[in-house]
């Protein structure tokens, strides 16, 4: 049997909000398979689905180019918020993103490539590490909109559309804030709705509901899942009272394809604790 350690039970506990011990006998049931342990969780308790992909622990800005009809998004990171607000470090980015509209290149590796020299300029001038962590290109039969929230620069969304650019800039704001995995439901990988299927099913069944109301359940939450995670199931931020899919018709917009980026998504940042490295030296 794998060791269930304290930091486990203190992650699965986090990923579902869940008590301690709740967490550390999943875990010890799925024998220290962390992705099993939810699944364990979830099915007995209901709790939501894991928030760990979407911790954020990196530096960096976004930034995007529109080359006719290719548009790119990209991130490039840093290792401190200092370095990222710096007007050299930024224009950099913006770089990266013009030359990623205008070569293509088919990786990030060969994307790093053609801007190499570029990087090595700006890291002799601002003396951090710097890195082009990701990027995604879209070459449209349509349109092309941007969003870029705030000025940070952190969270934002390249958005291919047919009809009105600010409607499409609206649902880009939308994009950002409520995180859609793709447009639509024929879009979900069947895996994840299998997934969620088997975990209502087992709840259903475990509240002892007759067979017919059961299967109602589980069709009516695997229906709510689907509208929480497409872009056009959701409630539109700017007014809940109408789904996005409701909203692009009234405005005779279609969207299309999104890309959306997070600064950092999926990075652990190593926490440093300034107090004991000072008390540390202190003793040398």
Do not use: W
Request: hydrophobic letters at 45%.
């Amino acid at each position: 049997m794998s060791a269930i350690t304290a930091k486990m039970v203190a992650d699965l506990r986090a990923a579902t909000g869940l008590g301690m011990m709740e967490c550390k006998k999943a875990l010890v049931e799925a024998d220290g398979d962390m992705a099993k342990a939810e699944e364990i969780l979830r099915i007995k308790s209901g709790a939501k689905a894991s928030k760990l992909a979407g911790r954020t622990a990196a530096e960096g800005v976004l930034a995007y180019a529109i080359e006719g009809n290719v548009g790119a998004l990209v991130e490039v990171n840093c290792e401190t918020d200092f370095v990222a607000k710096d007007a050299g470090f930024i224009a950099f980015a913006q770089s990266v993103a013009k030359t990623a509209a205008e070569k293509k290149p088919a990786t990030v590796e060969a994307l790093a490539e053609l801007v190499e020299g570029e990087r090595k300029a700006v890291i002799a001038k601002l003396g951090e590490n710097i890195s082009v962590r990701r990027f995604e290109i879209i070459e449209a039969a349509n349109n092309l909109t941007t969003y870029i929230h705030g000025a940070a620069a952190t969270e934002g969304v390249l958005v291919e559309y047919k009809g009105d650019e600010t409607t499409a800039r609206q649902v880009g704001m939308h994009i950002v804030a409520s995180k859609p995995q793709c447009i639509s439901a024929e879009q979900v990988d069947p895996e994840v709705v299998a997934k969620e299927r088997h975990i209502y099913t087992e709840q259903a069944i475990a509240s002892g509901k007759p067979a017919e109301i059961a299967a109602k359940m589980v069709e009516g939450r695997v229906k709510k899942f689907l509208a929480e995670v497409t872009l056009l199931g959701q409630p539109f931020v700017m007014n809940p009272d109408q789904t996005v899919e409701q909203f692009l018709k009234q405005q005779d917009t279609d969207i299309v394809n999104f890309v959306r980026f997070k600064v950092g998504d999926g990075i652990e940042k190593k926490e440093v604790d300034y107090a004991a490295e000072v008390a540390a030296a202190a003793k040398v």
